[in-house]
């Protein structure tokens, strides 16, 4: 089991010195990039990112409890989980099934069933559905008062109204025919996550509107804090424009920053890297923004949201890396431990 799981981090930071050595001109220009923001913004930008873990790791806190959980870790482990889980996301393109494995390995350790886990995953995955469609209604009621003249981020809000709800379809398909199950028969994804060599069957409930009905509150709570997440980004790239000079309004950088997430659903690369910054830029300059300004805030905020969370996200996997393996979970040493 150990042996398993060093191979597995000793493969995580090989991806991560190959994505380095490849885009090393372009992490050196962002690096470059921070002269040019004032330090006291970038300090706010900085705690701005933070801020995203930390909310993330109360979502994951309220779904816990939905799910009726017992043992259910700390709101500072969910935090370090979450950065964890971005950095598998950020260097394996896998549309965020990396990041959910990892999360199905962590929850796992805490004696979570399976069923409550791939329940929450699913929970979580349409709650965030449900924000970015909530933000896209709100900027196209508003389109004309910020973007008379945009039309590259109004096509590209309109395909987003389209694209969410038909993912959310897609996820509850998936979970009615119990599709997960055969995925979980594959036997590198087995060892991925779990050492026994045969998996039991899933009794995964496929009634996910009664679940809904029964824990409105709840899912209020993570929905709110999911909305959040997603503001803590845009006040990250709102004190990084302040931080050059630049006084843009708000509801521009939302726009920009829900397109470009849009945009960047597509899977091609780790992150989405040349697809997110390209994409960033170019929806800035069509909402009016200068190009060298647009440049300057898109490299610095990928800065600090995409390569920073990678050497973090490692050091603190291998840290959960050396804990786990030293405790057997069968008698519940993680959960006492929170």
Not at 183 to 202: D, N, Y
Not at 241 to 268: E, M
Request: charge should be positive.
């Amino acid at each position: 089991m150990k042996n398993r799981s060093w191979l597995l981090f000793s493969f995580f930071l090989l991806l991560l010195i190959i994505l380095v050595i490849f885009y090393f001109k372009e992490i050196k220009k962002e690096l470059f990039l921070l002269t040019d923001v004032q330090p006291f913004w970038l300090l706010a930008a900085l705690s701005g990112q933070l801020l995203t873990y930390l909310l993330t790791g109360m979502e994951y806190q309220y779904l816990l409890k939905m799910c009726k959980a017992t043992g259910i870790p700390g709101l500072n482990e969910l935090s370090k989980a979450a950065v964890i889980s971005l950095c598998f996301n950020q260097t394996v393109p896998s549309a965020g099934i990396s990041g959910n494995l990892f999360y199905f390995r962590f929850l796992e350790r805490y004696k979570i069933s399976r069923e409550k886990i791939f329940s929450l995953i699913i929970q979580e995955l349409l709650i965030y559905y449900a924000c970015m469609e909530s933000f896209i209604i709100v900027l196209l009621c508003l389109y004309p008062i910020f973007a008379n003249s945009s039309l590259p981020i109004k096509t590209t809000l309109i395909c987003g109204l389209a694209v969410y709800p038909a993912l959310a379809f897609f996820i509850v398909i998936l979970k009615k025919k119990h599709l997960y199950q055969k995925v979980l028969r594959i036997k590198w994804v087995r060892k991925l996550f779990k050492q026994k060599q045969t998996t039991p069957q899933l009794q995964v409930n496929t009634e996910i509107w009664k679940t809904i009905k029964k824990n409105k509150m709840m899912i209020a709570k993570a929905y709110l804090v999911k909305l959040l997440v997603t503001l803590a980004d845009v006040i990250t790239l709102l004190t990084i424009f302040w931080g050059i000079g630049s006084s843009i309004s708000p509801i521009i950088i939302l726009a920009a920053y829900i397109g470009t997430n849009i945009i960047s659903l597509l899977p091609f690369s780790p992150g989405a890297l040349v697809l997110y910054e390209s994409s960033m830029t170019y929806l800035f300059v069509s909402l009016g923004i200068p190009i060298s300004q647009a440049v300057i805030t898109t490299l610095v905020f990928r800065l600090l949201s995409f390569w920073l969370p990678i050497p973090a996200g490692i050091f603190l996997y291998k840290k959960w890396l050396s804990f786990s393996t030293s405790h057997d979970p069968d008698h519940g040493t993680l959960a006492e431990t929170n």
